[in-house]
């Protein structure tokens, strides 16, 4: 069981397949988050992030949900994981802020 703290700090991660075919999981993703962000006063450290990564025969897409997105990524059916390295980790919704926010270390 994960105490309070912990779940403040989850990010959530979701494999949505070949990178040349996840558009339909990206605009599904997109549209979620863009409902609840703007339901919630659009909060900084509310974001999602996009990366391709190598996969055993393809490129994937997976996003990344920051811990203030945790209820859409639930929803979406995405796992708990560790933070993400920034490397090669793109904005794909929420404020810019949020990369300041979720990754001081980098500024």
């Not at 339901?39 to 949900?65: I, M, N, Q, W």
């Not at 979406?76 to 949020?98: I, K, R, T």
Request: aromatic share 10%.
């Amino acid at each position: 069981m994960l105490d309070d703290r912990s779940k403040t700090n989850l990010w959530f991660c979701k494999n949505l397949g070949d990178a040349m075919l996840a558009f339909t999981g990206i605009d599904r993703v997109e549209a979620a988050f863009r409902s609840a962000y703007a339901d919630a006063d659009c909060p900084d450290d509310t974001a999602v992030f996009l990366r391709h990564e190598s996969g055993r025969l393809h490129c994937e897409a997976k996003v990344y949900f920051s811990p203030g997105s945790a209820h859409i990524a639930q929803i979406l059916g995405a796992e708990p994981c560790e933070q993400p390295a920034n490397d090669g980790l793109g904005l794909l919704v929420g404020h810019p802020a949020a990369w300041s926010v979720l990754f001081p270390e980098d500024d």
